[in-house]
C-alpha cells in the first residue's frame, strides 16, 4: 500500500520561509518521479516542481527562484524548500508520484498522492 505523507505546513508571513516533506512508502521510491502540487480555494490544482530520479526538476514560472525541490533517496522523502513566500502562495500543498520516468505536469499523470498540508501567507 502507497502512502505519501506531508508534513511541514502552516502560517507564515509574507517573505518568510517553510520547507515542506513528503515522507513515501510502499513503493520503490528512487523509480518515480515526485512532483508537488498546490491547490488554492475555488482554483484548480496546479503544477509546482517535481524531480526525476535522477535528481532533474523542473518548476512552475511563478515559483523559480523561490522555490527549490530535492529528494532523498535513502530516506524516500522529497521536500519542497520555499523562500520569499508570497500571499498567492497560500493553498493546500500535496505530494504526488509518477511512475513514469519523465517529468509531467498534469496532475491527471501522476499515480498516487498525498492528503496535503496547508500553507498559508499573510501579508
Known amino acids: 500500500q502507497v502512502q505519501l505523507v506531508e508534513s511541514g505546513g502552516g502560517l507564515v508571513q509574507a517573505g518568510g520561509s517553510l520547507r515542506l516533506s513528503c515522507a513515501a512508502s510502499?513503493?520503490?521510491?528512487?523509480?518515480?518521479?515526485m512532483g508537488w502540487f498546490r491547490q488554492a480555494p475555488g482554483k484548480e490544482r496546479e503544477f509546482v516542481t517535481a524531480?526525476?530520479?535522477?535528481?532533474?526538476?523542473t518548476g512552475a514560472d511563478s515559483v523559480k527562484g523561490r522555490f527549490a525541490i530535492a529528494r532523498d533517496n535513502a530516506k524516500n522523502t522529497v521536500y519542497l524548500q520555499m523562500n520569499s513566500l508570497e500571499p498567492g502562495d497560500t493553498a493546500v500543498y500535496y505530494c504526488?508520484?509518477?511512475?513514469?520516468?519523465?517529468?509531467?505536469?498534469?496532475?491527471?499523470?501522476?499515480?498516487?498522492w498525498g492528503q496535503g498540508t496547508q500553507v498559508t501567507v499573510s501579508s
Open positions: 510502499g513503493l520503490s521510491f528512487s523509480n518515480y518521479v
Open positions: 504526488a508520484a509518477d511512475r513514469r520516468i519523465w517529468i509531467r505536469r498534469d496532475p491527471e499523470e501522476y499515480d498516487f
Open positions: 524531480i526525476s530520479f535522477s535528481g532533474s526538476s
